[in-house]
């Protein structure tokens, strides 16, 4: 069975923010802006995701 995915894109620069966020970031897999990855939906990923809102965009 195949596993749901979040398509998540850095949209902002990662430079004045909190170190935790830029480590949150980093945890992603995003490197710059632009860059899209595809992480598995779980509970960890969307907290993650939720606390760099202002960051990231989120599809899927």
């Known amino acids: 069975m195949a596993e749901k995915t979040i398509k998540v894109t850095l949209v902002k ?3 004045g923010c909190k170190k935790a966020h830029r480590a949150t970031v980093r945890g992603l897999g ?3 802006i632009r860059h899209t990855v595809e992480v598995i939906d779980t509970p960890a990923v969307r ?3 939720r606390t760099v ?3 990231v965009h989120a599809e899927g």
Do not use: D, H, P
């Open 13 to 15: 620069s990662v430079i």
């Open 30 to 32: 995003l490197r710059r």
């Open 47 to 49: 907290g993650m995701i």
């Open 53 to 55: 809102a202002y960051l």
